[in-house]
């Protein structure tokens, strides 16, 4: 059995916060297991977690909009969440439910090996890039850390309920095709 095989097993059967008692499915990921760019929400609602792939309600179907504008899809990103079950009423996911899952993303990280991720939202921008992260202050902004490039973007569903939020968001999405872009001239320099 390979890793990915391995740590979707373990996913599938954790039982280490509450969340478990809730469930219906685990929402592992999905995509391209070696994509150069990962995208990472705070954690799956009622679609996701009754069909147990990540962001496929009204929230996924826009950002599937969203990512087609610069070209990407589900064929070539990676997308998974900080927790890997749905918190009741989707609420926000607690700190414990965040810290009972974080081992696993941190591990699809290292497997997919992003040369990008891009947070979507206040929750995984807090866990993933910086605790004090300020959404509405940094989003669009670019760090990098280890090699990987890191930034975050309005999560999908803050855009279905404030549009006025949609322009900022285009302007970040045209920054992560730029990026896409820089980081794939940068390896095909390094490339004999």
């Known amino acids: 059995m390979g890793e990915w095989e391995s740590l979707e097993m373990l996913c599938q059967d954790c039982t280490r916060c509450g969340l478990c008692r809730t469930r219906k499915n685990v929402v592992f990921g999905v995509g391209v297991k070696d994509a150069d760019i990962m995208f990472i929400g705070e954690g799956p609602g009622e679609q996701e ?6 962001f496929v309600g009204a929230a996924g179907k826009f950002l599937d909009d969203m990512l087609s504008i610069i070209g990407i899809n589900r064929r070539n990103c990676y997308i998974a969440n ?6 009741p ?3 926000d996911p607690q700190d414990e439910e965040q810290d009972a ?13 992003p040369q990008i991720i891009v947070c979507l939202g ?5 866990r993933i890039i910086d605790p004090e992260y300020r959404i509405t202050r940094e989003h669009g902004t670019w760090i990098c850390r280890n090699g990987t490039w890191m930034t975050a973007i309005y999560h999908p569903s803050a855009l279905l309920r404030d549009v006025s939020k949609r322009p900022e968001t285009f302007m970040d999405l045209l920054s992560v095709e730029e990026k896409l872009h820089e980081v794939h ?3 095909q320099e390094r490339t004999p």
Do not use: H, S, T
């Open 89 to 91: 009423g989707n609420r």
């Open 49 to 54: 977690d009754l069909q147990g792939e990540p």
């Open 122 to 126: 206040r929750i995984a921008a807090r």
């Open 101 to 113: 899952c974080i081992g696993y993303l941190r591990r699809q990280v290292e497997l997919v090996k």
């Open 82 to 87: 900080v927790v890997k079950c749905r918190p």
């Open 185 to 187: 001239a940068n390896m």
